[in-house]
């Protein structure tokens, strides 16, 4: 069973940054599609960013130019820059990893952000 696990949460003040990490000792995230997702309080579940294993990313469209996604292939993690947060940011962030070819996909149980003055 193979599980991720993020760190980084925290809260912080509208236009305050964090950056989240995941990591999984059992896989490498280089051979998967690996994101980023959250569920805003209020608001449905929603993908935040994604990155192929050919290095393509998509971003949500409110998060563009503020939220920067990396893989680092040498430690084995992904990472979430997030900058000038807002209070329609906060929610609990969730890291997948996922292998579209044989459907196979993993998850990290989630980690609170707080955008609040």
């Known amino acids: 069973q193979v599980q991720l696990v993020e760190s980084g949460g925290g809260a912080v003040k509208p236009g305050g940054s964090l950056r989240l990490s995941c990591t999984a000792p059992?896989?490498?995230?280089?051979?998967?599609?690996m994101g980023w997702y959250r569920r805003p309080t209020g608001r449905a579940r929603e993908s935040v960013a994604n990155?192929?294993?050919?290095?393509?990313?998509t971003y949500l469209d409110s998060v563009m130019g503020r939220f920067t996604i990396y893989r680092d292939d040498g430690k084995n993690t992904l990472d979430l820059e997030m900058k000038n947060l807002q209070p329609w940011d906060a929610g609990v962030y969730f890291c997948g990893a996922h292998r579209t070819r044989t459907g196979r996909e993993y998850w990290g149980h989630g980690i609170q952000v707080v955008v609040s003055s």
């Open positions: 990155l192929t294993s050919d290095n393509l990313i």
């Open positions: 059992e896989i490498t995230f280089k051979f998967y599609t």
